[in-house]
């Protein structure tokens, strides 16, 4: 059990999740103060409230994606220590989240020990990185793996392919988003132009494919 002080901002849609990673937090540091945020304006908002010390980040929430948010995060504060804690597939997500400045990635599908580890790694200033994505990591930052054409989308584009694969209308995607459709259909238009699939069989299909879906 640690006894320091510390705070923790939780970025996380659903409330019961919340609740699940403080109380982790909270049995391993019992000192420690919390934000919440449900949504990425929320999760901003907060973020510039005060200084945290760490920041529990999920991908998939309301508003704009949590991959966006982590960039806007390390853009205002470069030192943020952000731990990107979700249900998205490592082997697809973590690259992206470590390029744009995580100080770690973890899925949820992970024991409560390992978050607590996880924490314990971010705070301490070091990066927190599984051992199945280690080499992985590695190889993409260095550049010596083959990119798939998905690598090329930003994170807004990567979501949207997503929404499309799990079978959401344009207006159901831009409600989800909180964009105007018009703005969805760009997206559309370049994740098309990038990945050479035009129709949503088609990136549908590469979604499955690739373990993009969830």
């Keep these: 059990m640690n006894r320091k002080p510390i705070h923790v901002l939780i970025v996380e849609d659903h409330a019961i999740v919340r609740r699940g990673l403080k109380e982790i937090v909270a049995d391993a540091y019992p000192r420690a103060a919390f934000g919440e945020a449900g949504d990425s304006p929320t999760a901003?908002?907060?973020?510039?409230?005060?200084?945290?010390?760490?920041?529990?980040l999920d991908i998939n929430i309301p508003g704009r994606g949590g991959l966006d948010v982590l960039e806007d995060m390390r853009r205002v504060h470069p030192q943020a220590r952000v731990l990107v804690v979700s249900a998205f597939p490592e082997e697809e997500f973590?690259?992206?989240?470590?390029?744009?400045g995580a100080a770690g990635y973890l899925s949820k599908n992970q024991a409560s020990d390992e978050l607590v580890e996880a924490v314990a790694t971010v705070l301490a200033g070091r990066k927190y990185v599984t051992a199945s994505l280690a080499q992985r990591l590695a190889d993409a930052l260095s550049g010596e793996d083959d990119r798939a054409p998905h690598d090329a989308l930003s994170p807004r584009e990567l979501q949207v392919l997503r929404l499309v694969a799990g079978g959401k209308t344009v207006k159901q995607i831009a409600a989800e988003l909180a964009?105007?459709?018009?703005?969805?259909?760009?997206?559309?238009?370049?994740?098309?132009?990038?990945?050479?699939?035009s129709s949503n069989v088609e990136l549908t299909r590469y979604?499955?494919?690739?373990?993009?879906?969830?």
């Design 44 to 56: 901003l908002q907060e973020f510039q409230r005060q200084k945290w010390d760490m920041v529990l």
């Design 94 to 100: 973590a690259v992206r989240a470590f390029r744009l």
């Design 179 to 197: 964009l105007s459709e018009k703005t969805v259909e760009t997206y559309r238009a370049r994740i098309a132009e990038k990945t050479g699939l």
């Design 207 to 214: 979604a499955f494919q690739h373990g993009l879906t969830q």
